[in-house]
């Protein structure tokens, strides 16, 4: 089971990190009573964290369980999906890329 976090391309790498993090705790808050979340937490709980553009992040919010995170310090714009724990998830999700930083630090 795992758990994907999708971060949209247009978020700074600066901000990724700790967005991910609250995608993280708030996916759990959400869907801690869930059978399949309960089930996560048992094992390693891994997670998979994608880069998307803004086609991609707007066909993931029709999946099912998730949750929409925004950032006030990017004028509240939806910049995050997280979504509950699973062990398969639609074909759209085998094409995401992994995240990584864009630039060099």
């Given at each position: 089971m795992k758990m994907y976090i999708l971060l949209k391309a247009s978020v700074p790498d600066g901000f990724a990190p700790v967005i991910a993090a609250h995608a993280s705790l708030a996916c759990y808050k959400?869907?801690?009573d869930d059978a399949d979340m309960q089930q996560w937490?048992?094992?390693i709980f891994k997670k998979v964290v994608c880069?998307?553009?803004d086609k991609e992040f707007e066909n993931a919010k029709k999946e099912v369980?998730?949750?929409v995170l925004t950032e006030s310090a990017l004028d509240n714009q939806e910049v995050c999906i997280a979504f509950s724990p699973r062990t398969e998830y639609s074909?759209?999700?085998r094409f995401f890329?992994?995240?990584s930083p864009s630039s060099e630090v």
């Open positions: 959400k869907y801690e937490m048992q094992g880069k998307v553009n369980k998730h949750v074909k759209q999700f890329k992994m995240w």
